[in-house]
């Protein structure tokens, strides 16, 4: 297992945690455990939980963080059922949570993996392995309008609906079993003058990934989930990678600070609803000149906090 994993905007993410001695913390996307290395020597008898859905992440972590055992619980699941993960660790509540959403940078540099737009594989993309649906059952199964939808919703790609056709032509021929395959299929579909500018398969590779682990359903599901369990002035941490992500915690962050949602003309509030946290971070955070000097992947990554009222 040969991977090394920079976490990003980390110095933002253990200010943001609020660290205390003895609390309870979960890293609910391992990965290489670069964050929670750095959350777990602060910790004298708090405990660390980790979560990932990924087994080689899991190994890595072990291997990391092989000093601070009596530290540490390590849980392969994935982060949408952190609720049921506590619960099944007797842990009621918890002083802060860690998301670092999306693919890690070992899950691209694993070229078996098919996440790479640059090596050839097998249509994968499965951040969980035990899951029987990947990226080669949306490319071959998909209808050409469920496609188009995808890559234009989690793609962003303008050329959706052309790259839709062209892979459905192609499978007329014969199934498309590779990554590289549906590059060739996809240079066949984007104008050369486009392709210049960026890699033909940068958008359509990361809205086939987001659908094939239902990263956007997670992020949305996983956020209230993850207040509820948090202790009075516990806080969440997330950082994303790309606009749809972000949108979603920015989002999800406005509607659970809202104190009130009745209609302004009623006279008094009849929702009940309560402010549940504090937005830390009115702007999101993103990484400083050094940082984007050494780690290229920080680029695009932004930070948001909240804190548990």
């Given at each position: 297992m040969d991977f090394n994993h920079i976490p990003v905007l980390l110095d933002q993410v253990i200010d943001g945690l609020n660290i205390k001695e003895?609390?309870?913390?979960?890293?609910?996307?391992?990965?290489?455990?670069?964050?929670?290395?750095?959350?777990?020597?602060?910790?004298?008898?708090?405990?660390?939980?980790?979560?990932?859905?990924?087994?080689?992440?899991?190994?890595k972590a072990e291997e990391v963080l092989k000093d601070y055992k009596d530290k540490?619980?390590?849980?392969?699941?994935n982060f949408e059922n952190i609720d049921k993960v506590l619960d099944e660790l007797n842990i009621d509540k918890v002083d802060?949570?860690?998301?670092?959403?999306?693919?890690?940078?070992?899950?691209?540099?694993?070229?078996?993996?098919g996440f790479s737009f640059h090596?050839?594989?097998d249509l994968d993309m499965r951040m969980n392995r035990d899951q029987?649906?990947?990226?080669?059952?949306?490319?071959?199964?998909?209808?050409?309008?469920?496609?188009?939808?995808?890559?234009?919703?989690?793609g962003e790609e303008k050329w959706a609906k052309r790259i839709a056709e062209f892979i459905v032509e192609e499978r007329k021929e014969k199934t498309i079993d590779s990554t590289?395959?549906?590059?060739?299929?996809?240079?066949?579909?984007?104008p050369a003058k486009v392709r210049r500018e960026n890699h033909p398969g940068r958008k359509t590779f990361q809205a086939i990934r987001i659908e094939v682990n239902r990263e956007l359903d997670v992020l949305t599901n996983v956020i209230p989930k993850i207040v509820a369990k948090l202790n009075k002035g516990g806080r969440l941490?997330?950082?994303?990678?790309?606009?749809?992500?972000?949108?979603?915690v920015k989002e999800s962050y406005r509607d659970l600070y809202k104190d009130c949602v009745c209609p302004p003309e009623l006279p008094i509030c009849m929702?009940?609803?309560?402010?549940?946290?504090?937005?830390?971070?009115?702007?999101?955070?993103?990484?400083?000149?050094?940082?984007?000097?050494?780690?290229?992947?920080?680029r695009s990554a932004k930070l948001r906090v909240a804190e548990k009222k």
């Open positions: 003895d609390g309870i913390y979960v890293d609910g996307t391992l990965g290489g455990a670069g964050h929670s290395l750095e959350i777990v020597k602060r910790l004298k008898g708090g405990k660390l939980i980790g979560i990932d859905q990924d087994t080689n992440a899991l190994k540490i619980i390590l849980v392969h699941n802060g949570v860690l998301l670092d959403i999306g693919v890690s940078s070992h899950q691209l540099d694993e070229q078996e993996r090596q050839d594989a029987d649906f990947s990226a080669w059952n949306v490319v071959n199964e998909y209808s050409q309008e469920e496609l188009a939808d995808i890559i234009w919703k989690y590289l395959e549906l590059v060739e299929v996809l240079k066949k579909a984007i941490a997330i950082i994303t990678f790309h606009s749809l992500e972000d949108r979603i929702c009940d609803k309560k402010r549940e946290i504090k937005i830390i971070t009115r702007k999101p955070l993103v990484a400083t000149e050094k940082e984007l000097e050494e780690n290229v992947r920080s």
